[in-house]
């Protein structure tokens, strides 16, 4: 494991409610069950979910961890402020949001950074973001090794957002090879075809999640990762294997079939509103 | 139209630059010139005016305002103010008063002036509505954007729509426009601005529709002082008779302080997770703390399955307040908003639509 150390995935989208949390939740799990020490770090300062997806209650939280950051520094031990998730022999740390929504605002980027760096004995740490270029998450990118970078293609002000996002990226001159594009929900009917969006971005996807919104409401309900959820599912494997590629477990031979066909599709045209009326797409 | 002019100004110098102005012009028949409100208000009634040009950057002025606008009901009256004074621009139209212009004043300005606030609608203050959502992806984008519509066309004056979702807004594909001018640059000039040479940053989007679309790249959302976007607000308030917010999600500077500015604070979110309640309930107790000096606070859920009474009771209880509305998930709005049809597809017999125009209605049946 040696090789694997303090390795940061930043989970990142510029649109909100593209499974951020689910995949980091996800990650974490599947990355623990390899058998890498984890940390899962929610930085959706005033409304995280990690905590509610996962069925936990903490007694502490960042904003304790920043608060004693801050006092001494010297004696700060990060430990004290990570929680356990475990379950079926599988574990991983967490490390809570803010209890309320005002204690955010105490939480300055500097202090984020120190704390976030005394995590440095885990394999991999897990940030789970949220869908804005802000100070906070800004840094979060600086300091990750990799960015998984999140969207779902089903709605074209989506796909525009997504486009912005990367392009704004690599504006700010992250190398491209940091950056993970990942598509998810990438099977779910929808008039957008992942290879113009990619055509669009100038570059592949790194990975296609399939839609299983059954599987991840089961998920979030048991307050468990897919892998013990909902073990089968098209997701969890999909969980899997791209566990499997930030850990170098294998080459997947080729990409998980994205997209059902012959779906019914209507021409690129359509959705750029040019041509027939909507009407079309119900008796599509 | 002719109008026949009777001038308030209580500066001597400026007053016959004014007189001179409006003689000059022929639209305009100067019926009669006055330092004194009182005087004007007394005596004008005699010279059959149709249009009052008064200065309001005296306070007392302002006070008579609605004796001017209740005594002279089929005349018009615009306040002259030397510099633009958002809040003597709110008092005058409070008032009951078309709008204010900038003194001295060349004859187009009055003309043009005129001509928007008529645009505007009633001759009652603006209503700003902010949209809220703690986390996003809540249908507040759609949401604000339906209502914008229905509120146009059920009170048939004029509406603005803001996109203050500063790093990726989605209004302007929602409607399929491209516009020239954004967000950025209108906070940029707006004190250089008045409300005639603030109206080009909005675009026409038609049937009563304007939009002030957001910037093409997020990080010029950083060059968005929130205290400019207010004066923004405040200024629109006078080229349109409601001015609809989106704002991004979540508390931040932005979103919070227009928020805190508008009259109506629209809480959305949508049913997902199951999380969401509880997101809504932390975020409602900042809004409670306002809702107890007079701003309105609604709260919505969307995509709500079923959306039936009985629902909405569970989510009441859950939330532990009354729930403003809830609204059914519509399929088809994902193709009409991805597709920039929302003027053109939407149907009133859509149970999403039905659900926001009877919101819109009640809000146009508020009247004010």
């Not at chain 1, 949001?97 to 980027?109: G, R, T």
């Not at chain 1, 990975?207 to 919104?213: S, T």
């Not at chain 1, 899997?240 to 599709?265: D, F, M």
């Not at chain 2, 030397?82 to 078309?98: F, H, M, Q, S």
Request: with cysteine; charged share 20%.
């Amino acid at each position: 494991m040696e090789e694997h150390k303090n390795i940061i995935i930043a989970v990142f989208s510029t649109e909100a409610g593209c499974g951020k949390t689910v995949t980091a939740i996800n990650l974490a799990a599947g990355l623990a069950k390899e058998g890498y020490s984890v940390c899962l770090v929610d930085l959706d300062l005033q409304f995280g979910d990690v905590m509610g997806y996962l069925d936990m209650v903490s007694g502490v939280n960042l904003e304790d961890a920043h608060e004693a950051m801050q006092r001494h520094p010297d004696k700060f031990r990060v430990e004290d402020y990570l929680v356990e998730y475990s379950r079926g022999g599988i574990s991983f740390a967490v490390l809570p949001p803010p209890a309320e929504i005002q204690d955010a605002y105490l939480i300055d980027v500097a202090t984020t950074e120190a704390i976030i760096r005394e995590l440095a004995d885990f394999n991999f740490i897990i940030l789970d973001t949220t869908a804005v270029f802000s100070a906070l998450n800004l840094a979060m990118l600086d300091m990750a090794t990799v960015i998984c970078y999140l969207g779902v293609m089903d709605f074209l002000p989506a796909v525009k957002n997504y486009k912005v996002g990367y392009d704004t990226l690599i504006r700010f001159q992250y190398e491209e090879s940091k950056i993970s594009l990942i598509e998810n929900r990438s099977d779910s009917e929808k008039f957008i075809r992942s290879r113009d969006v990619e055509r669009l971005l100038g570059e592949k996807f790194y990975h296609r999640l399939p839609n299983d919104y059954p599987a991840v409401a089961k998920s979030i309900r048991l307050g468990q990762p897919l892998m013990f959820s909902s073990p089968l599912s098209p997701l969890t494997q999909s969980y899997w294997q791209l566990v499997g590629r930030y850990t170098n477990r294998y080459i997947p031979p080729k990409q998980p079939k994205a997209e059902k066909e012959p779906a019914p599709q209507l021409p690129f045209s359509w959705l750029m509103g040019i041509g027939s009326d909507w009407q079309l797409a119900g008796k599509a | 139209m002719h109008y026949r002019v009777v001038l308030v100004e209580h500066d001597p110098g400026m007053l016959s630059t004014l007189a001179g102005v409006i003689r000059a012009e022929p639209t305009f028949d100067l019926a009669a010139t006055y330092s004194d409100p009182q005087a004007a208000l007394g005596q004008s009634g005699v010279l059959r005016p149709n249009l009052f040009l008064i200065d309001v950057d005296d306070w007392a002025n302002l006070e008579l305002l609605p004796k001017f606008v209740s005594q002279f009901a089929k005349g018009q009256v615009l306040g002259l103010m030397e510099r633009w004074n958002a809040d003597k621009a709110e008092a005058v139209l409070a008032a009951g008063a078309r709008g204010s212009i900038l003194k001295p004043f060349q004859p187009h300005d009055v003309l043009d002036a005129l001509s928007l606030y008529e645009r505007r609608g009633h001759n009652l203050s603006a209503r700003t509505v902010a949209f809220f959502s703690p986390k996003g992806r809540s249908g507040s984008t759609t949401t604000a954007a339906v209502l914008a519509i229905e509120l146009a066309k059920k009170s048939g004056e004029a509406v603005a729509l803001i996109d203050a979702d500063l790093q990726f807004g989605d209004l302007a594909m929602f409607f399929d426009v491209v516009p020239t001018h954004n967000v950025v640059e209108a906070t940029h000039d707006v004190r250089l601005l008045t409300p005639a040479t603030l109206e080009p940053y909005f675009h026409e989007i038609g049937n009563g529709l304007w939009l002030l679309a957001g910037p093409n790249r997020p990080e010029h959302a950083e060059l968005v002082e929130a205290q400019r976007l207010i004066d923004v607000v405040r200024m629109a308030g006078s080229l349109f008779r409601y001015v609809i917010i989106d704002l991004p999600a979540g508390f931040n500077p932005i979103s919070l302080a227009l928020a805190e500015f508008a009259d109506t604070d629209i809480l959305i979110t949508m049913l997902n997770s199951g999380q969401e309640v509880y997101h809504m309930k932390r975020s409602i107790k900042l809004f409670n703390t306002w809702e107890t000096y007079g701003k309105k606070i609604y709260s919505l859920f969307s995509r709500v399955n079923p959306c039936t009474p009985e629902q909405q009771r569970k989510i009441e209880a859950e939330f532990g307040r009354e729930v403003t509305g809830i609204l059914p998930n519509e399929r088809r709005m994902t193709a009409i908003a991805g597709s920039g049809r929302l003027m053109q597809d939407l149907s009133d017999k859509m149970p999403l639509v039905s659900s926001i125009g009877s919101l819109a209605a009640d809000m146009v049946a508020a009247r004010r």
